[in-house]
């Protein structure tokens, strides 16, 4: 009976501990089964964005901005900035609205020459500190601009400088360079009317630049003139001019007058004239009366080996330009005033406006004699 006793004790005891420690297990995988409920992935960093991503050489402020979701919840987001120069910075993001975080970087000023870049790496980290990062973009700081001189223009040639009334080419040359780089070498041509033109030189060496330059036909009864300044820039905007010249496209001759002038006497001698004094003597010019005679146009002038003796009383330095109508005279008074002893001689001469009678010239003669102490 007590045998039978203590078994049925050992069994009852056997069956509660066997029971105790299944109900352990059950309860511990519940307990594990509710702890691991949902977490099956880590987060997802689903956009990002740097605002700006350019800077200028003095730097500034970057607004990074990452849209970060994940089935539990998001416990830590940073922001990994890696330098070009090796430099490196971790920055806190924080949540502005739902998913988005953001923070900022200040970006230091670029002293050197060369672009800089900034790579930013966002890092998201969830409850269970299941974690991912990836690269969202990078910003660039451009370099410091060095020192630069202003671009030079050494040398400046046209060839040709006089054109005929048909006008023609003309090619403009220029030395010129810069220390950094030249953008733009051009001849800036102003023309009559305020007209204006512009040429492009081209390289032909490193420091050599030329161009061509077409002037139209002149229908005026004046010279064109165009005035040519050679303009280089470099690769910051600085510039330099220089004036190269004038271009100038003669008029066309005038239509040959009918008139026909005359001038006498034949010659004109001064005799003897003593060193420091002056003798006077008249030429008369006219326009031959004849019927179909038009008035003639033309200048009086003096030239010669004599003409420091010789000279057209009320002349400007081209001469005396003047218009005789048909049957009209003027007298010309030309001086003789020696300043060295000697024979002198030279030409009083008329020149036509429309080119003919080119023969139209009297002699000129006299003797300078020592002047009396």
């Known amino acids: 009976m007590a045998g039978t006793v203590a078994m049925s004790l050992r069994r009852v005891w056997a069956l509660t501990l066997f029971f105790g420690v299944l109900g352990a297990l059950l309860l511990s995988a519940d307990r594990a089964a509710a702890d691991g409920e949902g977490e099956d992935s880590p987060p997802q960093i689903v956009g990002g964005s740097l605002t700006p991503s350019y800077l200028p050489s003095s730097g500034g402020n970057v607004q990074i901005q990452a849209e970060i979701v994940d089935d539990v919840g998001v416990h830590m987001t940073t922001a990994q900035v890696y330098g070009s120069d090796g430099s490196y910075q971790a920055i806190q993001l924080y949540e502005g609205f739902s998913n988005n975080y953001f923070g900022t970087i200040e970006v230091p000023a670029n002293y050197s020459d060369s672009a800089m870049s900034y790579s930013v790496e966002v890092q998201a980290y969830d409850t269970y500190n299941a974690w991912v990062n990836t690269t969202i973009g990078e910003v660039q700081v451009e370099g410091q601009p060095q020192f630069d001189e202003a671009p030079w223009i050494s040398y400046t040639e046209m060839n040709p400088t006089v054109l005929p009334a048909e006008g023609g080419t003309v090619t403009i040359a220029a030395e010129a360079g810069d220390n950094r780089g030249l953008s733009a070498v051009f001849a800036a041509v102003t023309g009559p009317g305020g007209s204006y033109t512009e040429v492009g ?3 032909v060496s490193s420091s050599r630049f030329e161009g061509t330059f077409t002037a139209p036909a002149n229908s005026g009864t004046l010279g064109a003139e165009y005035v040519v300044e050679v303009v280089v ?18 008029a066309p001759p005038p239509v040959p007058s009918t008139g026909v002038l005359e001038i006498w006497p034949g010659e004109r001698s001064f005799g003897s004239v003593a060193v420091g004094k002056e003798a006077q003597r008249k030429i008369f010019v006219r326009n031959l009366p004849q019927p179909g005679a038009e008035p003639v146009s033309a200048t009086a002038r003096v030239f010669g080996s004599g003409t420091l003796a010789f000279s ?7 001469g005396i330009h003047f218009t005789l109508k048909p049957g009209e005279k003027r007298a010309f008074t030309v001086a ?24 139209l010239m009297v002699p000129l003669s006299g003797r300078a004699t020592p002047s009396k102490k």
């Open 233 to 250: 820039q470099d690769d910051i905007g600085q510039e330099a001019r220089t004036t190269a010249g004038i271009i100038t496209v003669e």
């Open 201 to 203: 030189l081209n390289g």
């Open 312 to 318: 057209l009383l009320g002349a400007a330095p081209e």
């Open 336 to 359: 003789f005033k020696p300043t060295a002893a000697g024979q002198q001689s030279g030409y009083f001469q008329i020149v036509r406006d429309d080119g003919t009678q080119t023969e």
